[in-house]
T-cell receptor, first 114, second 110 residues
């Protein structure tokens, strides 16, 4: 069964450093998302992406964040200058068609900012 | 308006019992209500979902009950098993992003 994959599974970085989290969505999916889950808390929406542009972004997704689909398969989340409070699990999700509403999540990347 | 409230925060059930998790929403524009199951260290996995044109949906041991007028929906897990022990999130959506509830940690004891 096709699945969303994410790399790395765990990323440790120093405060102020740039990180890039990578996702490979399911191949025929058209809608892509990033969500964040701080330890023990709920999953929070960050950004949605369709047709090579951002559809919607949350208040969390400030100028330090950016997303890109550099080729036909990868979808990346970049944090330009990490803060301690960026430490969280980051989940990528993809959706085949907007009408289905069914989002499939990857296993996540645990980001630890020291 | 965008919040989804979920209760209880944690739930302990005996094997074979019924687990019930409740959610409430405010935004009447929401038209899709999924439940996700999450095991430690894993991503959320879609369990079952419902749209507001039906009041109940059943898949195996999992049932969603939906009350449109009360703006509430619930997940019932029948014959709960130790393997069901996980965190369950309700969510709501009006196309695009999912708004998640705060999660319920379910523990099923043998």
């Amino acid at each position: 069964e096709p699945e969303v994959t994410q790399t790395p599974s765990h990323q440790v970085t120093q405060m102020g450093q740039e990180v890039i989290l990578r996702c490979v969505p399911i191949s025929n999916h058209l809608y892509f998302y990033w969500y964040r889950q701080i330890l023990g808390q709920k999953v929070e929406f960050l950004v949605s992406f369709y047709n090579n542009e951002i559809s919607e972004k949350s208040e969390i997704f400030d100028d330090q964040f950016s997303v890109e689909r550099p080729d036909g398969s990868n979808f990346t989340l970049k944090i330009r200058s990490t803060k301690l409070e960026d430490s969280a699990m980051y989940f990528c999700a993809s959706e085949e068609l907007e009408a289905t509403d069914t989002q499939y999540f990857g296993p996540g990347t645990r980001l630890t900012v020291l | 308006q965008q919040q989804v409230k979920q209760s209880p925060q944690s739930l302990i059930v005996q094997k074979g019992g019924i687990s019930i998790i409740n959610c409430a929403y405010e935004n009447t524009a929401f038209d899709y209500f999924p439940w996700y199951q999450q095991f430690p260290g894993k991503g959320p996995a879609l369990l079952i979902a419902i749209r507001p044109d039906v009041s109940e949906k059943k898949e195996g041991r999992f049932t969603i009950s939906f009350n449109k007028s009360a703006k509430q929906f619930s997940l019932h897990i029948m014959d709960s098993q130790p393997g069901d022990s996980a965190t369950y999130f309700c969510a709501a959506s009006k196309s695009d992003k999912l708004i998640f509830g705060t999660g319920t940690r379910l523990q099923v004891f043998p």
